[in-house]
């Protein structure tokens, strides 16, 4: 069964920059696209970037020339680079495997735990 685990997240300055990562089980990233997700409290997780098994990228308007999607599937990782945050961007972020399905995303793996990402003022 396919496991995810991220990390990297913190606490940092409103224009601060973190780099998520994103560990999976054997070779998942090689050909599987997959995504980064973000979560608030009583919200719905929001996809805020995507990376294709042959790495062509998409970014939520939101995120779009702050964030960059990478993958290293040599190691089984996936990072999101994230610059100049804004406290917009505070929510747990997650990473999953993703499919094309009838004009979206579905996300394909069990979640993990999230890694915790707060910008302050």
């Known amino acids: 069964q396919v496991q995810l685990a991220e990390s990297g997240g913190g606490l940092v300055q409103q224009g601060g920059s973190l780099r998520l990562t994103c560990s999976g089980s054997g070779s998942i990233f090689r050909f599987n696209a997959m995504g980064w997700y973000r979560q608030t409290p009583g919200r719905q997780r929001e996809l805020v970037a995507t990376?294709?098994?042959?790495?062509?990228?998409w970014y939520g308007d939101s995120v779009k020339g702050r964030f960059t999607i990478s993958k290293d599937a040599a190691k089984n990782t996936a990072f999101l680079q994230m610059d100049n945050l804004q406290p917009e961007d505070t929510a747990v972020y997650f990473c999953?495997?993703?499919?094309?399905?009838?004009?979206?995303?579905?996300?394909?793996?069990?979640w993990g735990q999230g890694t915790q990402v707060t910008v302050s003022w």
């Open positions: 999953n495997l993703i499919r094309w399905w009838q004009n979206d995303y579905l996300a394909q793996g069990p």
């Open positions: 990376l294709t098994g042959a790495g062509v990228a």
